[in-house]
């Protein structure tokens, strides 16, 4: 088998800046002369540092050919000959290196070459705030796709664009803020790949590039599609009193995955259709009624995927509140969860795969307080013992009434012209 070794190296000074740390490392390699195996050796540093690609391949070719020959007696006898076989294994390897040391060249041993042995600094770019997301799981959420060229929302009437930019945007913006995934941009690749490329320039500093060939792969995609949004209010004005209200029209309908890019497999899918009324939301036909929509649905879809995937945990008692390891916007003060035990796991009995742990509800809470990483709730109904208990959302407590059915009073049996009955 032949070798065919294939190595990109930048043989510069590469200072070391705020991003970039220098490792040190031991390598060696052969060469048929010294520059061979001292270049051979830069190639294993960087490989020991970066990784390499290899691919192998084998080509067999059989060339036929038919030798005829005849014998003393007369008669005629043929030899078929078939011959021709090649492989081949090539390694690519690409990084940057700052500086290094020959510690010892000499001969290989095997009858001809070099031994080359050399200490080799090479710049590793280290991502800002990459310690803090070490252990996060790494998740894009892809821009909303649409289904229709145009959509209203409160009167206005908005882009399939401008839909899947506001709507991208949200659903981003609140998984961002439960710090519970490292967030990967798909929906800015233009401006990176710009600056990529800017980078990549001549006029740059080489340490300057140990940025590039660092981006990162998704472990989980958040895939959308809406299928309506046609959210909006109407007016009635009541024929006996002249009262006027407002009434909730249309609904959202999103479709949402979660997909693991590697396999393709979809974790998670759901449906959401809503409301403004089950939002939440009084829609006056302004432009910040309209952004609340978003934001609304956004936090929405947000909440559901967590929920799926890596939903929140009570991590501490702190006298006479919990502490629960998400915060920002997602867990506001008044929304209550429901709090519920872990038990034992439990196994399909037909394909022996795991369905997940057991949950005993055993409190609801309401959230007090909020702060960025973390949020602090009361147990107004059960009891927690311990930490490690998940929380799940309880959808009819957190469902907020309409306006209108807050002034009803005592009125709530009773359907007049002025209600949406």
Same mark, same amino acid.
């Given at each position: 088998?032949?070798?065919?070794?294939?190595?990109?190296?930048?043989?510069?000074?590469?200072?070391?800046?705020?991003?970039?740390?220098?490792?040190?490392?031991?390598?060696?390699?052969?060469?048929?002369?010294?520059?061979?195996?001292?270049?051979?050796?830069?190639?294993?540093?960087?490989?020991?540092?970066?990784?390499?690609?290899?691919?192998?391949?084998?080509?067999?070719?059989?060339?036929?050919?038919?030798?005829?020959?005849?014998?003393?007696?007369?008669?005629?006898?043929?030899?078929?000959?078939?011959?021709?076989?090649?492989?081949?294994?090539?390694?690519?390897?690409?990084?940057?290196?700052?500086?290094?040391?020959?510690?010892?060249?000499?001969?290989?041993?095997?009858?001809?070459?070099?031994?080359?042995?050399?200490?080799?600094?090479?710049?590793?770019?280290?991502?800002?705030?990459?310690?803090?997301?070490?252990?996060?799981?790494?998740?894009?959420?892809?821009?909303?796709?649409?289904?229709?060229?145009?959509?209203?929302?409160?009167?206005?009437?908005?882009?399939?664009?401008?839909?899947?930019?506001?709507?991208?945007?949200?659903?981003?913006?609140?998984?961002?803020?439960?710090?519970?995934?490292?967030?990967?941009?798909?929906?800015?690749?233009?401006?990176?790949? /710009?600056?990529?490329?800017?980078?990549?320039?001549?006029?740059?500093?080489?340490?300057?590039?140990?940025?590039?060939?660092?981006?990162?792969?998704?472990?989980?995609?958040?895939?959308?599609?809406?299928? /309506?949004?046609?959210?909006?209010?109407?007016?009635?004005?009541?024929?006996?009193?002249?009262?006027?209200?407002?009434?909730?029209?249309?609904?959202?309908?999103?479709?949402?995955?979660?997909?693991?890019?590697?396999?393709?497999?979809?974790?998670?899918?759901?449906?959401?259709?809503?409301?403004?009324?089950?939002?939440?939301?009084?829609?006056?036909?302004?432009?910040?009624?309209?952004?609340?929509?978003?934001?609304?649905?956004?936090?929405?879809?947000?909440?559901?995927?967590?929920?799926?995937?890596?939903?929140?945990?009570?991590?501490?008692?702190?006298?006479?509140?919990?502490?629960?390891?998400?915060?920002?916007?997602?867990?506001?003060?008044?929304?209550?969860?429901?709090?519920?035990?872990?038990?034992?796991?439990?196994?399909?009995?037909?394909?022996?795969?795991?369905?997940?742990?057991?949950?005993?509800?055993?409190?609801?809470?309401?959230?007090?307080?909020?702060?960025?990483?973390?949020?602090?709730?009361?147990?107004?109904?059960?009891?927690?013992?311990?930490?490690?208990?998940?929380?799940?959302?309880?959808?009819?407590?957190?469902?907020?009434?309409?306006?209108?059915?807050?002034?009803?009073?005592?009125?709530?049996?009773?359907?007049?012209?002025?209600?949406?009955?």
């Amino acid at each position: 088998m032949r070798g065919l070794l294939l190595v990109f190296l930048s043989l510069f000074s590469v200072a070391a800046f705020a991003a970039t740390e220098i490792r040190t490392v031991s390598a060696e390699a052969t060469g048929i002369d010294r520059e061979q195996a001292v270049y051979n050796a830069l190639g294993e540093a960087v490989r020991q540092v970066r990784g390499a690609q290899i691919s192998a391949s084998r080509q067999v070719r059989s060339a036929l050919t038919r030798v005829s020959q005849r014998t003393g007696d007369g008669r005629e006898s043929s030899t078929t000959i078939s011959s021709g076989q090649k492989s081949e294994t090539r390694v690519a390897s690409n990084g940057l290196i700052s500086g290094y040391r020959i510690l010892s060249v000499t001969d290989s041993g095997d009858g001809g070459g070099k031994l080359a042995r050399l200490e080799v600094d090479v710049p590793v770019y280290k991502a800002p705030g990459s310690s803090a997301q070490d252990n996060r799981w790494r998740m894009a959420v892809y821009p909303v796709e649409t289904a229709r060229s145009r959509y209203t929302v409160d009167r206005h009437s908005l882009s399939a664009e401008e839909v899947s930019g506001r709507f991208t945007h949200s659903i981003s913006d609140a998984l961002a803020q439960s710090r519970r995934f490292a967030l990967l941009a798909r929906d800015s690749e233009s401006a990176i790949f /710009d600056e990529r490329h800017r980078m990549a320039g001549e006029d740059v500093p080489v340490s300057e590039k140990a940025m590039l060939g660092n981006t990162l792969g998704a472990e989980y995609l958040v895939v959308t599609r809406v299928s /309506d949004l046609s959210l909006g209010s109407e007016q009635l004005i009541s024929s006996l009193t002249g009262e006027k209200s407002t009434i909730a029209t249309g609904a959202a309908v999103l479709e949402v995955r979660v997909v693991v890019p590697a396999t393709g497999g979809i974790v998670w899918s759901q449906t959401l259709n809503t409301t403004s009324s089950e939002l939440g939301l009084a829609l006056d036909g302004t432009s910040h009624s309209v952004q609340k929509v978003f934001d609304r649905i956004g936090r929405e879809v947000a909440l559901r995927v967590i929920d799926a995937v890596w939903p929140p945990l009570v991590e501490k008692q702190q006298g006479e509140e919990l502490v629960i390891n998400m915060g920002g916007d997602l867990l506001a003060p008044g929304d209550t969860w429901e709090v519920f035990a872990l038990g034992d796991a439990v196994r399909n009995s037909h394909t022996g795969g795991g369905l997940g742990r057991t949950e005993t509800r055993i409190a609801t809470v309401e959230i007090t307080r909020s702060s960025p990483k973390i949020a602090y709730a009361e147990v107004i109904d059960g009891s927690v013992e311990g930490v490690g208990h998940v929380l799940r959302r309880n959808a009819q407590a957190s469902a907020k009434k309409s306006p209108a059915e807050a002034i009803r009073g005592t009125r709530t049996r009773t359907c007049l012209p002025i209600d949406p009955c």
